[in-house]
């Protein structure tokens, strides 16, 4: 009987020995065939309106790309293309479309020779600021709109920047009245150039890295592009010295990121959420950055460059808010999704005027004694 007592518990004793193997084998499989698992890598082209790594607008680009890749743990990884790498700057969106490249990174207004209403989503002159635009665009109906318009394109639109206000441009002149427009050639793309031709001058549409030469060369007599922090990295002071303020037609200019369809639609869910999550941040970091950057820049121009800041006079804002307006109405007749945007637009506009005349613009006259 005791050789059996001794025999049963070396068997239950081998078993555990066995079973615990087995168990740290399993666990080991298990990390193993994990660790031996190759993730997905899924890689993606952004080609961009931008010159390469140029501040604000250009590295907003290469921040963007760089955030998917970390926050998808490099299972998504994207490779930005500056203007005239891959396809010119304003082909960007011919080439999205098309599946060339699976992302761009530009302005809409580029694109209203393919549909007018593409312009409203960058800024409209006299209309809507930085903040107002993300309002729209994410609560008021706007996104939705947006998409709707480049669906037929096989495009997904989202809003990646934003730098604000912008100056109302260079000029190699004085500019005293609405006279001085007239046969102005101005680079100023969207509504803008639209209102433009209103008032004399004769818009003209160039990518960025033309703009610096054509005012040298005086192809052009003025331009606007974006505001003190980028306009002192192009060296815009180098070719003219009269600086006006404010931006008038571009008071809020949403940047974008669009997004091949069939490309954005194949990724899993949670790709597709960070894509989201990582514009919408892009989005807000730019204005950050451009709010943070934009006096010490123009302190620079001014004093260190010997740059003429002025005010536009009232009356020729006043001539110019006038223009705008029948701009806008001309635009939305042209068909009826332009119509259907700017019904849209015009109605946020009014609403968040409101409000705003009792909280923002209340609170910086109180804060400056007004």
């Given at each position: 009987m005791r050789?059996?007592?001794?025999?049963?518990?070396?068997?239950?004793?081998?078993?555990?020995?066995?079973?615990?193997?087995?168990?740290?084998?399993?666990?080991?499989?298990?990390?193993?065939?994990?660790?031996?698992?190759?993730?997905?890598?899924?890689?993606?082209?952004m080609v961009t309106t931008w010159p390469k790594n140029f501040p604000g607008l250009g590295t907003g680009a290469e921040a963007l790309a760089k955030n998917i890749t970390k926050m998808s743990g490099g299972r998504l990884n994207v490779k930005v293309y500056a203007a005239g790498e891959l396809v010119p700057p304003?082909?960007?969106?011919?080439?999205?479309?098309r599946g060339t490249a699976e992302m761009g990174h530009g302005a809409s207004y580029y694109w209203k020779g393919k549909m007018p209403a593409a312009q409203f989503f960058t800024t409209v002159p006299f209309g809507l600021t930085a903040q107002e635009l993300n309002s729209w665009?994410?609560?008021?109906?706007?996104?939705?709109?947006?998409?709707?318009?480049?669906?037929?394109?096989?495009?997904v639109p989202m809003l990646?920047?934003?730098?604000?206000?912008?100056?109302?441009g260079w000029f190699n002149k004085e500019i005293n009245s609405l006279d001085d427009f007239k046969g102005l050639k101005m680079r100023m793309?969207?509504?803008?150039?639209?209102?433009?031709?209103?008032?004399g001058a004769t818009p003209v549409n160039l990518p960025g890295s033309e703009i610096f030469t054509a005012l040298q060369t005086g192809a052009i007599d003025a331009t606007e592009w974006v505001g003190p922090y980028n306009d002192l990295a192009f060296g815009l002071y180098k070719a003219a010295k009269y600086y006006y303020y404010p931006g008038w037609h571009e008071p809020g200019s949403g940047i974008e990121a669009i997004f091949n369809k069939d490309a954005f639609n194949a990724l899993p869910e949670d790709l597709q959420a960070i894509v989201r999550a990582a514009a919408q941040q892009a989005n807000q970091d730019m204005l950050n950055e451009f709010t943070a950057r934009n006096n010490a820049a123009?302190?620079?121009l001014v004093n260190d460059h010997n740059v003429i800041l002025?005010?536009?006079?009232?009356?020729?804002?006043?001539?110019?808010?006038?223009?705008?307006?029948?701009?806008?109405?001309?635009?939305?007749?042209?068909?009826?999704?332009?119509?259907?945007?700017?019904?849209?637009?015009?109605?946020f506009l009014d609403s968040v005027s409101e409000w705003h005349e009792v909280s923002e613009r209340a609170y910086i006259n109180a804060r400056v004694g007004g």
């Open positions: 050789n059996l007592v001794v025999l049963s518990k070396l068997v239950l004793a081998t078993l555990l020995a066995m079973s615990l193997v087995a168990c740290g084998g399993s666990e080991k499989t298990e990390a193993t065939a994990k660790a031996d698992k190759k993730i997905e890598v899924i890689n993606w082209k304003l082909e960007v969106f011919d080439a999205v479309s665009i994410y609560y008021g109906g706007g996104l939705a709109l947006w998409e709707e318009l480049y669906a037929p394109f096989n495009l990646a920047g934003n730098p604000g206000v912008q100056m109302g793309p969207g509504l803008g150039g639209e209102v433009l031709k209103k008032v123009l302190i620079t002025k005010k536009f006079p009232k009356d020729l804002l006043a001539a110019l808010k006038k223009a705008s307006e029948e701009t806008l109405i001309e635009v939305a007749a042209q068909d009826p999704k332009s119509q259907k945007v700017y019904d849209s637009f015009r109605a």
